[in-house]
């Protein structure tokens, strides 16, 4: 790359000239459809990635329905462990009953060794 020798000089301008350059702000904004134009041919070469699959109400939608069966599950869970243990009939009560009068008429009877149950 060649350098050039010149030095700048400001009366090379004309005042038309000048007038322009001091017209120019210091920042100037691109036009809102660059921006559209950049990601699309970026987009083209691959160099930038799709966007999301999932749009906000899409995540929105499933943050809720998550939230849903996660308050069923708790529920369920809270009426499982306030339930109330099933009625045992009196027949079977009658039969553990009779189970033991054999077990200890018989214990009497042979003197082993004894089994406590807690």
Do not use: C
């Amino acid at each position: 790359m060649q350098k050039d020798q010149r030095s700048f000089d400001e009366s090379e301008w004309t005042a038309d000239e000048r007038a322009r350059f001091a017209a120019l702000s210091t920042e100037r904004l691109p036009p809102p459809e660059l921006e559209q134009r950049t990601v699309a041919a970026l987009r083209e070469r691959g160099m930038l990635g799709r966007r999301s699959r999932f749009s906000p109400a899409v995540i929105i939608g499933l943050l809720l329905a998550a939230s849903i069966v996660f308050v069923a599950g708790a529920l369920v869970g809270y009426a499982a462990a306030n339930r109330k243990p099933a009625v045992v009939p009196d027949r079977s009560v009658a039969s553990t009953r009779s189970v033991a009068q054999l077990d200890s008429a018989d214990s009497t009877a042979r003197r082993a060794r004894h089994v406590v149950w807690y």
